[in-house]
């Protein structure tokens, strides 16, 4: 089941850069999309959302785009910081089960100071 | 901040034994989740839980799983007779809104170790 895939296991980039975390889907039932930041040995952490019926969000040096015919969400943080290294998953929800995320397999964020 | 909490951090156990896995929601909030992720695997969703009964679950969440708030403040995840392939972290979530823009808040997970 690849409904959600981050195609990038891995990403490294200078801290004051920006990264660019990319998602693609491919169930058109998804009406909901968020961002969520993983340490090791704890949860996954909630970073930014956004609804089908935008196609940007900010929140302070996160923001999110949602280009929904290409079925395509990416998360851009600027500046990157040493401290924004983690795991980051992308997550939708369809409006046919709005109880339910699924996920995709994450992506690595290594900021080099 | 108010968080999830879920108890213990790591819980090992015979296969064919019973388990079960505790959590603390958020404590407004009215929908719970129970999701884990196998080692080098995505997180995947279990089941839903709402007003006292379950909303929504996956093919994961076969008879051998149950969940249930006991006292008004824990939610809790029973596996009747583990087997190898439940090993996994396990993470409970809470969220308060229905449908609409509701922020999934997830627990530090509990990792089971089926020996």
């Known amino acids: 089941d690849q409904q959600v895939k981050q195609n990038s296991p891995s990403l490294s980039v200078q801290e004051g850069r920006i990264s660019i975390l990319n998602c693609d889907y491919t169930n058109s039932m998804f009406d909901y999309f968020l961002w969520y930041k993983k340490y090791p040995a704890e949860g996954p952490t909630f970073l930014i959302s956004i609804s089908s019926i935008k196609d940007k969000n900010e929140d302070g040096r996160f923001t999110v785009f949602l280009n929904k015919s290409a079925k395509h969400l990416s998360l851009h943080i600027v500046p990157s910081q040493p401290g924004d290294s983690a795991v980051y998953f992308c997550a939708a929800r369809s409006s046919g089960s709005a109880r339910q995320l699924t996920f995709g397999s994450g992506t690595q964020l290594t900021v080099l100071p | 901040e108010p968080e999830v909490t879920q108890t213990p951090s790591h819980q090992v156990t015979q296969m064919g034994q019973e388990v079960i896995l505790r959590c603390v929601p958020i404590?407004?909030?009215?929908?719970f989740y129970w999701y884990r992720q196998i080692l080098g695997q995505k997180v995947e969703f279990l089941v839903s839980?709402?007003?006292?009964?379950?909303?929504?679950k996956s093919e994961i969440f076969d008879d051998q799983f149950s969940v249930e708030r006991p006292d008004g403040s824990n939610f809790t995840l029973k596996i009747r007779s583990t087997k190898l392939e439940d090993s996994a972290m396990y993470f409970c979530a809470s969220s308060e809104a229905s449908i609409g823009a509701g922020e999934w808040f997830f627990g530090p997970g509990t990792r089971l170790t089926v020996l």
């Open positions: 839980f709402y007003n006292n009964e379950i909303s929504e």
């Open positions: 404590s407004n909030h009215l929908y």
